[in-house]
């Protein structure tokens, strides 16, 4: 997969690429990740990528030529399956959603800032609208961080033992049982005798409940979901 992402800050990077899953992707080449800088792709003799909006209200936008530059360029040497903007309205990151979009080739996401972005940037050159939760940030950067990781660890041979990602929240509609390491006790603390047992079928069958109800507890809207999809089972 290849992952080139737009932006006015690429330094907001370094930190969350090179470390951890998305650096060992990085380094098997089994991903690859560019940034660029938008202010590269700015024909103003200053740089600026932002202007006042034709109206009143405070906030400056993102002009659409450097993007439009930029995103040109891009796709005069390779075809997207997406070009994304990262948008506190855009359709929301799920489970699904990345292991859908793990599948792709090469994507394009566009990081935002100030007010926002241009309306016919939105209009003519993106394809797909991401957010990553109901709240606002203060450019796209921590989205865009949020979305390569969720796809990356997806991508087969990034993690160490790739059935790992088959068992996290929300892959089976379900938010993940809890676990134990050692000590097996630990200030009068104990780990659940079922764990101990070695019987693999009862040990299942606990995980299984144990993720049922957390589900129902800690995420109701995704139990009824579920309950409804699966009514004889619940």
């Given at each position: 997969m290849r992952i080139d992402i737009i932006t006015i800050f690429p330094e907001?990077?370094?930190?969350?690429?090179?470390?951890?899953?998305i650096k060992r992707g990085i380094q098997?080449?089994?991903?690859?990740?560019?940034?660029?800088?938008?202010?590269?792709?700015?024909?103003?003799?200053?740089?600026?990528?932002?202007?006042?909006?034709?109206?009143?209200?405070?906030g400056m936008v993102m002009m659409i030529e450097p993007v439009d530059n930029c995103i040109s360029k891009l796709k005069s040497e390779r075809e997207y399956d997406e070009v994304i903007y990262m948008s506190p309205d855009?359709?929301?990151?799920?489970?699904?959603l990345?292991?859908?979009?793990?599948?792709?080739?090469?994507?394009?996401i566009l990081c935002g800032h100030y007010k926002g972005i241009d309306e016919r940037i939105r209009e003519h050159l993106i394809t797909k609208e991401i957010s990553i939760g109901n709240y606002v940030l203060s450019g796209?950067?921590?989205?865009?961080?949020?979305?390569?990781?969720?796809?990356?660890?997806l991508i087969p041979g990034v993690l160490s033992d790739e059935t790992s990602a088959l068992s996290d929240s929300f892959q089976s509609g379900l938010v993940s049982p809890p676990v134990y390491t050692r000590p097996r006790e630990y200030k009068g603390w104990n780990v659940p005798e079922v764990l101990l047992s070695?019987?693999?079928?009862?040990?299942?069958?606990?995980?299984l409940n144990q993720a049922i109800e957390r589900t129902k507890e800690r995420r109701p809207e995704m139990y009824e979901i579920l309950k409804k999809n699966n009514s004889n089972n619940l």
């Open positions: 907001m990077f370094e930190g969350p690429f090179t470390e951890s899953i098997k080449g089994l991903v690859e990740i560019h940034l660029h800088n938008l202010r590269d792709y700015s024909n103003d003799k200053h740089k600026r990528v932002d202007d006042y909006a034709f109206s009143s209200g405070a855009g359709e929301l990151l799920t489970q699904p990345a292991n859908q979009m793990s599948l792709y080739n090469n994507i394009i796209g950067e921590l989205g865009a961080a949020v979305l390569t990781d969720s796809l990356v660890r070695g019987n693999d079928m009862i040990i299942n069958e606990w995980k």
